[in-house]
């Protein structure tokens, strides 16, 4: 399993980040995928999940209507679009193939720093 995240940085409150995931090493297309964040000192949170068609998706409370997930199975590769970004959004996000819990299915990670 190989995920590659890019797309973080530092962005202010309000603004957007688009995030992506290049794939390789399994099938991507038949896989659910998912996003995932660690913030500083706290535990690993689920954010969003993808069936393996893309139609299907699911978002954690705290980020439903300003992310959004989607996948490109031509290209095994996972994005995740936020908007609205708020400080408690400032983490090191990851996309995982499931199970997301195991460390094993999940990339290096890219950083987000939400702050004015």
């Known amino acids: 399993v190989n995920l590659v995240e890019s797309g973080g940085g530092l962005v202010q409150p309000g603004g957007s980040l688009t995030l992506s995931c290049a794939a390789s090493?399994?099938?991507?297309?038949?896989?659910?995928m998912f996003w995932v964040r660690q913030a500083p000192r706290k535990e690993v949170e689920w954010v969003s999940r993808i069936d393996p068609s893309g139609k299907l998706t699911l978002y954690a409370d705290s980020v439903k209507g300003r992310f959004t997930i989607s996948r490109d199975n031509a290209n095994n590769t996972l994005y995740l679009q936020l908007n609205n970004l708020k400080t408690e959004d400032t983490a090191t996000y990851y996309c995982?193939?499931?199970?997301?819990?195991?460390?094993?299915?999940r990339g290096q990670g890219t950083r987000i720093t939400v702050s004015s």
């Open positions: 090493g399994f099938s991507f297309s038949a896989y659910y």
């Open positions: 995982a193939k499931d199970p997301w819990t195991d460390e094993r299915n």
